[in-house]
């Protein structure tokens, strides 16, 4: 019989990140014992640990997921990389890499934030559920391997394996220490790119307030069990209203 990690364990992989960091703090507030797990460390903590190395190392990975029930997968290159190479390397095969590790590691839960990217071609989707189906044609490489990375995970839930898995999808996040969103629209702005609408002012689009995705997470992972209707399935994550521009 395998022994069983601590349910108040859990690994952050990404945790240095924007949405990652957000999401150890509030795992913390909540009791959990959290590692982090990241190529580049950027802040301390009480009650966190932290594993510097790249998630496509199993070995690396097996070192931060030891005793870890929950594994929390919010990794990734950044969009703006535009580096085809490094995403299907981190998002495909290292997430593969991932379920692996957390095989080995006996860890019960993976839940990976995905992308509302991953169901958009390119034209308007208003209200959607999550019985859209993937795109077809998705609208860059980094949402291809997010597509991927989204199949492999959900594919991987196996209640023989006491394995469980979800997928969470956020579309643009924002909040305090964005490194992206916001900063890009303001340089832009400062330098008298935003002078033009395109359209008639009423187009929409989501944001999502960061605490309410990290909510979203930890909902996920804790209502996440055997015979549960969550089991292997995607959840668009957004605030009540849309953003209006
Ligand atoms: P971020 O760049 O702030 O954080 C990503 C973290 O992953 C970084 O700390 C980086 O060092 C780490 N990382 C990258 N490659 C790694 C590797 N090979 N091994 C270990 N760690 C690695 O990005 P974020 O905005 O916090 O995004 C987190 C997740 O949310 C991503 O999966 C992204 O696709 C998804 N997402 C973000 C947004 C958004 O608006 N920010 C929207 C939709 C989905």
Known sequence: TRIRPS??????????GFLGRHLVERLVDRGYAVAVFDIRQ????PGVNFYQGDLCDKHALLTALKDVSIVFHCASPAPASDDRALFQRVNIDGTRTVIQACHEAGVQKLVLTSSASVVFEGSDIKNAKEDLPYAKRPIDYYTETKIQQEKLVLEAC?????FFTIAIRPHGIF????????PILVDAARRGKMKFIIGDG????????VENVVHGHILAAERLKADSPLCAQAYHITNDEPVRF
Do not use: H, W
Not at 42 to 45: A, F, G, H, R
Not at 158 to 162: G, L, N, P, V
């Open 7 to 16: 349910n108040k364990r859990c690994a952050v992989i990404g945790g240095s």
């Open 42 to 45: 950027t802040y301390e903590l």
């Open 158 to 162: 196996s209640k023989e394996m006491d």
């Open 175 to 182: 909040g305090p220490r964005d490194p992206q969103l916001v």
């Open 202 to 209: 009423s187009n929409l689009v989501d944001f999502t307030y």
